[in-house]
């Protein structure tokens, strides 16, 4: 599932409803994410094919059970909230239930299935004053009624709509090379190919966030920059020339000594994992964004079982 990036903006709204503006009481919500599949065999080539139940959802040293928990998880964890996962529940005939999530005295349920849709609406009925939302796949709106509260926007002129895209295609791939002296697997000089999925958050007017074709012209543009380069952390650099870096240091296998051309290699602010490459990618895309564009994510796919995915917001300058 690509998770729609902007549920952060609906959940900072709801956790932190008392210090904002709003002269709303807190209410039951339900949050359903559209989103858009396409046969993984018609995108993308064997090689690059990445199946879900094949990956492993860890937040926090946590297991997660699906990429939307993840997102969650990751959503909390940016906005700064505490929670507890698995949080358990009584219902008034003794029986107890587990939610995903529980910040503060606020829950949130992933509806991943019609088991935890029927679960949700088993709560709700039951406990009615318990603060509680449920994010999820459209297909299982139906089971819930109280539709009324779908995500969190003003429908006046004055107020614009917080919509988000995402981009996958298997063109947006790059190749590269790298060295981790830190990781003793991968302190030695190897390469990827990676596939890269870019996620634009922003408000939409028009109904619109960015135009698909720009977005992917500009992440185009962006992988082209970084394509086929040798990505190694700024510190080990020794020294430069017009033409050379030289870079060295000592790893788990021995001691490195480099003579880089500069055409091809690209200097990091920290070690070329994929997590940072994912963010030097957010770094390259930002200043290309609209003024509208308020926050990126970007998924890099590193093999058919492991990635990363990395969200920031972005500043604007007047």
């Not at 729609?4 to 709204?13: G, H, K, P, T, Y």
């Not at 349920?109 to 029927?118: G, P």
């Not at 500009?218 to 020339?241: C, M, P, S, V, W």
């Not at 070690?271 to 926050?295: C, H, W, Y």
């Amino acid at each position: 599932m690509k998770f729609i990036w902007f549920v952060a903006l609906c959940l900072l709204r709801y956790l932190s409803i008392a210090r904002s503006q709003l002269n709303h009481a807190c209410f039951p919500l339900i949050i359903y994410i559209s989103y858009r599949s396409n046969s993984v065999s018609d995108l993308m080539t064997n090689e690059r094919v990445v199946l879900d139940n094949d990956l492993r959802y860890i937040e926090r040293g946590r297991l997660l059970r699906s990429r939307s928990e993840l997102s969650v998880a990751k959503m909390l964890s940016f906005l700064g909230h505490d929670y507890q996962y698995d949080a358990s529940v009584k219902l008034p005939e003794g029986k107890s239930v587990k939610i995903d999530f529980k910040a503060g005295s606020k829950y949130i349920e992933v509806i991943d299935s019609e088991d935890d849709a029927a679960k949700f609406k088993q709560v709700r009925d039951r406990l009615p004053d318990l603060d509680i939302i449920a994010v999820g796949h459209s297909k299982y709106a139906s089971k819930i009624s109280e539709m009324d509260s779908l995500f969190f926007y003003d429908s006046t002129e004055d107020h614009l709509q917080t919509g988000s895209i995402f981009i996958e295609d298997p063109s947006l791939a790059f190749d590269y090379a790298h060295i981790l002296p830190l990781v003793e697997k991968c302190s030695v000089l190897h390469g990827h190919t990676s596939t890269v999925m870019v996620e634009i958050i922003g408000s939409m007017k028009n109904n619109l966030v960015i135009d698909f074709g720009e977005a992917k012209r500009i992440i185009k543009e962006t992988l082209n920059a970084i394509d086929h380069k040798f990505f190694i952390n700024r510190k080990y650099l020794q020294k430069e020339d017009d033409v050379h870096y030289y870079v060295a240091f000592d790893g788990p296998k021995g001691y490195f000594s480099l003579q880089l051309p500069k055409s091809t290699t690209y200097m990091l602010s920290g070690e070329a994992t994929v997590e940072n490459l994912s963010s030097e990618i957010i770094r390259l895309l930002a200043p290309k964004m609209p003024q509208n564009v308020q926050a990126l994510g970007v998924y890099i796919y590193e093999g058919v079982n492991k990635g990363a995915h990395i969200i920031a917001g972005v500043k604007k300058e007047d």
